[in-house]
Structures are given as C-alpha cells and as structure tokens.
C-alpha cells in the first residue's frame, strides 16, 4: 500500500505556492483538486456529493470507497495546508477486484483507482485536455502496509480517451516488459519510480525515499503534440 494523495491539475506549467515553501504567486488556475478538504470523514468518498472523486470507480467489486480508504496521522504533503487540507492513503488486497462493464474478474492484478469526479472522458471536453497541463501528485509510503516491490504498482496515470493506453503513466516497483520495463527484479529497480510516456517508454526515474515524502509532476502539451 502507499499513502498519497495530492493531485492538482493546472492549464500551464508554473507551479503553486507551497504552504511550507513560499517562493512565488500562483500563475496559473487549478482545473481539478484532489487535495482532500480537513473535515472530510471517510463515509463522504462513498457519495458523489461530498466526494472530490468518483464513488464508483476503479474499484474492487462489491467494494466501498470508505473500506479502501485510509486517513492517516502523518506529516502533510507539499500541496495541503495545514488548517484546510489532510493526506489520504490508499490500500489494496485480494478483494481489489476490478469487474470490467459486467465481464469477467480481473485476476491478474489488483485495483484501486481514484477518478476525480468532474473529469469528462472524450478529448477536448474539459480544460484538462487542452492547451498545457501539469499534473502535480505527492506519494509518501506507508512503512506498516509496505509494498512488496517485486511487484509493478502503477500510482498515477492519464488515460486517452479511446482506452488504447496512457499519456503518462508514474509507476513503482518492477514493470513486466509487456508494460515497459525489463522485468528484472534488482534492487535498483524495486526501490525506484519512473514516468513513461505514450509508449511505455521511461523517460524519468528516480529512487524511492522511504519515511518522507516525494513530489512529481508531468506537463502535456497539446498544442505542440
């Protein structure tokens, strides 16, 4: 399991101001906020209406957000201010069993994936699919519920429209090689996450630093692209 989540979308690249950090003005609007309000009880994930992401999806089948869902008493990320915001932690297992459009289990992985609830799917339909875009997120791991990183662990991710594939996708642990990654289980790529871009390719990679936490972000250009 890993503790996240901070996910701020803004239609250009420069960057908040840090609570903690205070360097420059805000230059750009937040088109969505994943940043979890300080009031915020656990049963509020499960209703579309005081969620800040989907209450149905991704998910394991017969599942609740508030089952999956953690509020954990630890340090603030970057992004969360202290008298407004929270971290949010999120957990996986055995029961996190995605079923497709009523097909069949997906056994051969486990799901858990937060949707923010005002993101429209077709290209172009909202301002996260036009002009230029940052995504910011901050992880931090969990040293009680680690993760077995022999495993591939996508975190964070942009899906195109038709479904084909990712516009970027931040991932942890060994990636198999039908996802990008050499499949070989060292050290140096357990204890490592790395972006890929639309074609798996890894074009950033870095080491994981356990007990603290990590900030990330991608810029995509539609307007060059």
Known sequence: MMRAITLLHFLTFASATSPHHPTHA????????????????????????????????????????????????????????????????????????????????????????????????????????????TFHWSVKQDRNRALNLSHEYMNVWHEKADYSGNQFTFVGGVVLEVDGGTGVDTRGERESWKVQDSKNGVVFRTPMRFGGWQNFAVQLDYVSS
């Open 26 to 133: 805000i230059k750009c609007p937040i088109i969505f906020d994943g940043r979890v309000p300080r009031n915020l009880a656990l049963g509020s994930f499960d209703s579309a209406a005081t969620s800040p992401y989907s209450p149905q999806f991704v998910k394991g089948e017969n599942l609740t957000w508030s089952q999956i869902l953690l509020l954990p008493n630890t340090s603030l990320s970057r992004f969360d201010t202290r008298s407004v915001h929270k971290p949010l932690e999120v957990t996986i297992n055995d029961h996190s069993l995605f079923r497709p459009g009523g097909g069949n289990l997906q056994v051969g992985f486990r799901r858990a994936g937060l949707l923010l609830k005002n993101d429209t799917n077709s290209a172009g339909s909202d301002p996260a699919d036009t002009g230029v875009v």
